[in-house]
């Protein structure tokens, strides 16, 4: 490898480049979350792609991607100083999940070179957005038992099933999506993963709407889709291997640990919930300021967050450093859980009556839905029930659970209604 | 610790650990609960042999480090203590020392602080006063002027290892009229001085003893202040003096959280019910689970601390010390009572070693600041 450019004079490099390419966002520090994304509509997207589009002219796209496939070649150190500098600018945080940081690393790490070679550039550029088809209406914790099949009928795999919590595949090029190969193996070993077009005939998409009225999830429905062969990610009846590197990358992505994600300076888990500053403009605002309750539940909402970056980078160091095991990510994902569901308290508190009700443009809305849909920090990207199972077995080495399907055959397993 | 702590650190660490396994395990530990001092002064000296009393000394007074960050290595001492619920006034002292040595008058004080390196003497930090937390701007110990000496009236308490201090770090408050009207002050004041009464108080833990310290006219050369009031210098090193103290107490309850959880672990796989182990009962893995995280949070926001204070920076500093206060301090607490409680009816007995530990990490959280204190100083800092 070439001598690699140097943080700081990367920074510059970008600084200038962004002020000269990127719009600017109309409102001060106001950067859409990408995870929180409101209604997103299909403008939406188009723009997220135009923007991708202008990056990867600009030289900026995939920081972390290798060279080779359309990407930069360089490091986390600089990806995090890209971000830092985009920070009050317009950037394609649509594309960050699952796109650039779940199912782009798993092409990247699992996929053939013919694979690496037709899809990264196009993912990079912003021609080719991607999206999971893995959990399904059945079960998504027990995801190895899922029962989307597929058949083998020449060069390519007839695929029947459904889908369900596919974020943005309405909007999807291509989506990562596991299914049952080999019904007579015990189920972790008749999967494979296939990456399948989106629209073509026999897949139908429904959108979901949350409780919150946000739509980007979807459900779909696979009847006989055609997926060609050659579109097997690893090998076929080996898709567990790859789905467990997949979870690896999503749990990263979710707990705000991936070095994928660009943009989004304060987005990504570990500030989804109000920052600080609008904490405390509401208690100014609320005459509360001088309270010390209020004082003090604003302070805590801060150190939250101050911990969960402390938290990130000493895993990222003990899995660097080999003293964490790769599944250390479900470290950061439960703490991104647990203190997401803090911090909406925190919020709800202090908003008091303002949050539940109040007239239009008044009082805080935001905080009240947000509190509403705390549970999906507990939930998305793993639940956090299977965090801890995760930590206490492969961590602490502490017994597996109890299984009804390991070792027999995957048509033997029972199933629920 | 960090994960990647150097070569010499971790020699530091692995050395700091095997003389307080052979010198003060936790039998030693119960005989020292039950006799007149909470430490044993020649084994003080030879922990500052090994490095215990000189590296917050700044540089140009003699003080060195392993790693070049003298309170990252002393957190991995404090850590080490808190493994084995270690007797010794380490934060007192340190603190002291950094104290003197930083001051714009260091130069007065090189013997003492010669002294706290070599181990021969101790020191502790006066600052706390009775029926108030940790409210400096509430200091009422005042220091009046009288020809060449300063006459120290107040009380103080919380003084930890007070009962063995040779000398006093004292904050106190100038008068209303006069010089620096009504700004703090701080003096290096010999415990035996006349006018300074020093009584031991009742603690929770069984061999971190405190006093409190009645100054009744206490008169002192004004060579005893450290630094000079006014312009701030003092107001400065009590926060940075705090900030130091919180630092290396992070470190003490994440050693002290650790090695509960540690034994709590092995015990969860000895102890057996209903025909299979603790260990494989999932609302027991969960609960470990979550002690994991709170460790693995713990180490990182107090490895944090420690590197915002070594780095100087005074607003970083005092954010850092709080968040990892606030944080870890609730924490270990409720950690070390999970452990009680997973441990069944044995943990709440004398003869279990847990209770040792619970004293400990019960103790840390109230002093150097409370959590809630903690949380209101950051608001503070954040300007809400």
Redesign the interface.
């Known amino acids: 490898m070439s001598d690699t450019e140097d943080v700081e004079s990367f920074r510059l490099r970008a600084r200038e480049w962004i002020a000269a390419n990127l719009p600017r966002l109309p409102e001060p520090g106001n950067a859409p979350d990408g995870e929180n994304r409101g209604h997103v509509d299909d403008a939406a997207w188009l723009r997220a792609r135009e923007l991708q589009r202008l990056l990867y002219d600009g030289g900026f796209a995939g920081i972390c991607y290798p060279r080779e496939y359309g990407g930069q070649g360089l490091t986390p150190a600089h990806q995090k100083a890209f971000t830092e500098e985009t920070a009050g600018y317009e950037m394609p945080l649509l594309l960050n999940v699952p796109t650039f940081s779940i199912c782009g690393p798993v092409l990247l790490e699992l996929g053939t070179e013919e694979q690496k070679r037709e899809h990264l550039p196009r993912v990079l550029s912003g021609e080719e957005v991607l999206v999971q088809f893995l959990s399904e209406p059945r079960g998504g914790s027990d995801l190895a038992g899922l029962t989307t099949r597929a058949v083998r009928d020449g060069d390519v795999f007839i695929v029947s099933g459904a889908k369900i919590w596919s974020s943005g595949a309405y909007a999807a090029d291509y989506a990562t999506c596991l299914v049952r190969t080999d019904w007579e193996a015990p189920k972790h070993r008749g999967l494979t993963m296939l990456l399948m077009k989106v629209h073509q005939p026999g897949v139908t998409i429904r959108r979901i709407k949350q409780l919150d009225g946000n739509e980007e999830f979807c459900e779909e429905f696979l009847d006989d889709v055609e997926v060609p062969v050659a579109n097997v990610i690893g090998e076929v009846n080996g898709g567990w291997a790859v789905a467990s590197r997949q979870l690896f990358h999503e749990r990263n992505a979710v707990g705000g640990g991936s070095p994928y994600v660009s943009g989004g300076a304060r987005a990504g888990s570990a500030r989804r919930a109000a920052p600080v500053s609008a904490l405390t403009e509401l208690v100014r605002r609320t005459g509360q300021a001088s309270d010390p309750r209020a004082r003090e539940l604003v302070a805590e909402s801060h150190l939250l967050s101050r911990v969960q970056e402390q938290l990130i980078d000493r895993v990222v160091a003990g899995m660097q450093a080999q003293q964490l095991p790769p599944t250390a990510g479900a470290v950061i994902r439960l703490f991104s859980g647990v203190s997401s569901v803090r911090r909406a308290e925190i919020s709800l508190e202090l908003a008091g009556a303002g949050a539940v009700t109040a007239p239009a443009g008044a009082g805080d809305p935001a905080i009240g839905v947000q509190f509403l849909m705390r549970q999906a920090s507990c939930l998305g990207g793993g639940s956090t029930e299977m965090a801890r199972n995760i930590i206490s077995e492969r961590i602490l080495g502490m017994p597996r659970e109890f299984a009804g399907d390991r070792d027999i055959p995957f048509s033997q397993v029972r199933q629920g209604r | 610790m960090?994960?990647?702590l150097t070569q010499e650190q971790a020699l530091f660490r692995d050395t700091t650990r095997d003389f307080l396994e052979k010198e003060t395990p936790l039998a030693v530990v119960r005989e020292l609960a039950a006799g007149p001092v909470g430490f044993d002064r020649e084994w003080w000296r030879r922990g500052a042999e090994l490095g215990w009393t000189s590296m917050l000394v700044a540089a140009a007074r003699g003080g060195d480090s392993i790693s070049g960050n003298g309170i990252v290595d002393m957190a991995i001492v404090a850590e080490e203590m808190g493994r084995l619920v270690s007797p010794g006034p380490l934060v007192p002292v340190n603190v002291v020392a950094m104290a003197l040595s930083e001051a714009s008058n260091a130069e007065a004080h090189a013997e003492v602080i010669e002294q706290l390196m070599a181990g021969t003497a101790v020191a502790s930090w006066a600052v706390y006063e009775p029926d108030r937390g940790w409210d400096p701007g509430s200091i009422a110990l005042t220091a009046t002027r009288d020809g060449g000496d300063y006459v120290l009236t107040g009380t103080k308490d919380r003084v930890d290892s007070g009962d063995q201090a040779d000398y006093l770090l004292v904050t106190a408050r100038l008068p209303a009229s006069g010089a620096a009207a009504g700004e703090l002050a701080q003096f290096l004041v010999p415990a035996t001085a006349a006018g300074v009464r020093v009584t031991r108080d009742e603690s929770l833990d069984l061999v971190r003893r405190f006093a409190t310290v009645r100054f009744d006219g206490a008169r002192v050369p004004a060579a005893s202040l450290v630094g000079a009031p006014g312009e701030g210098e003092t107001t400065a090193a009590v926060a940075r003096q705090l900030q130091a103290a919180v630092a290396l107490q992070c470190a003490e309850l994440a050693g002290a959280a650790g090695r509960v959880f540690e034994f709590t672990?092995q015990w969860?796989?000895d102890r057996y019910s209903f025909g299979?182990?603790l260990?494989?009962y999932?609302a027991l893995?969960?609960r470990?689970?979550?002690m994991?995280?709170w460790l693995?949070?713990s180490?990182?926001?107090a490895?944090?601390a420690a590197r915002a204070v070594a780095a100087g920076g005074p607003t970083q500093a005092a954010?850092?010390t709080?968040?990892a206060k606030?944080?870890i301090a609730e924490r270990a607490t409720d950690l070390v009572q999970d452990c009680v409680q997973l441990h069944g009816g044995i943990g709440v007995t004398w003869e279990h070693d847990i209770h040792l530990y619970l004293r400990r990490v019960t103790v840390d959280r109230a002093l150097w600041g409370t959590p809630?204190e903690?949380?209101?100083?950051?608001?503070d800092i954040?300007?809400?």
Do not use: I
């Open positions: 960090e994960y990647n672990v969860a796989f299979r182990p260990a494989s999932q893995k969960h470990f689970a979550d994991r995280l693995e949070a180490q990182a926001t490895g944090a954010e850092l709080s968040v606030a944080y809630a903690h949380r209101l100083l950051l608001s954040l300007d809400v």
